[in-house]
């Protein structure tokens, strides 16, 4: 997952409204979101590499988590566990977000760096295990990508502004969320951060939706949660080399 905007106690319908994009490798093995088969309360995406998820809920217990890589190149650990064991081992267990995050920081410099938020019905936290910041999140509008929360990336910014529009809508759908997100425009070169990798690939993943060769947006995810119902709906986007776009699409709510 390498962008999520969300918008958390902040909008006069929702509780949560989430707009998020997953970028990865278009090879690496991926299951959509469905329900799980050992765990049929969550909801998700499976990795099936690493075997875990970049994004989840569980729908009995209002249980939340979400992923993104943090993005050094030169600081790569290559036998580091997989950071997807994060997410799932919350929307599994039963400890809440902050105890959990407490206990996971203990041993997160084994993991390359990662940005995770966990929540539950009542309250929504964010940890990184690159300065260690672990926080309670306030009501607020929030843009999160391959770097710690709300880093001014130009992506950033630019979902965050669209993010704030959604406030005068008090009934969301996807038709709403998902043009948001499938925005290909690059930032300008003077505006782009410097993250270790070479000025044109940092070019390409620019982009709120990325197609690259080999790599890309694989899928984009929807979540609206108000106090009596959850919607969780995940568009797939299959870019293969001749550009050709398979859609699958799962809806699900309580």
Request: hydrophobic share 35%; proline share 6%; aromatic share 10%.
């Amino acid at each position: 997952m390498c962008l999520i905007l969300f918008s958390w106690k902040d909008h006069p319908a929702y509780e949560l409204v989430l707009a998020a994009n997953r970028d990865e490798f278009y090879e690496r093995e991926t299951i959509p979101a469905d329900s799980w088969e050992e765990h049929p309360n969550i909801i998700g995406g499976r990795d099936l590499l690493g075997g875990g998820t970049w994004l989840g809920i569980n729908q009995e217990t209002g249980r939340f988590a979400a992923l993104t890589n943090y993005r050094d190149p030169a600081n790569i650990k290559p036998d580091a566990p997989s950071r997807g064991k994060l997410t799932t081992d919350f929307i599994t267990g039963e400890i809440g977000p902050s105890e959990y995050l407490n206990k996971i920081k203990t041993d997160a410099d084994q993991y390359n760096g990662f940005n995770l938020l966990v929540g539950n019905r009542d309250s929504l936290w964010y940890f990184n295990n690159v300065n260690f910041d672990l926080k309670s999140l306030s009501p607020g509008t929030y843009g999160l990508s391959n770097a710690v929360l709300d880093t001014p990336w130009p992506k950033v910014l630019n979902g965050k502004r669209k993010m704030e529009f959604l406030k005068s809508n008090d009934s969301l759908s996807s038709k709403e969320i998902f043009p948001l997100l499938i925005d290909h425009e690059q930032a300008a070169d003077i505006d782009l951060p410097n993250t270790g990798v070479p000025l044109s690939v940092e070019r390409n993943l620019s982009p709120m939706y990325i197609e690259m060769k080999g790599y890309g947006t694989r899928c984009s995810t929807m979540i609206l949660k108000t106090a009596e119902e959850t919607k969780f709906v995940e568009k797939t986007h299959f870019i293969k080399e001749t550009q050709e776009e398979v859609i699958k699409r799962f809806s699900w709510e309580n």
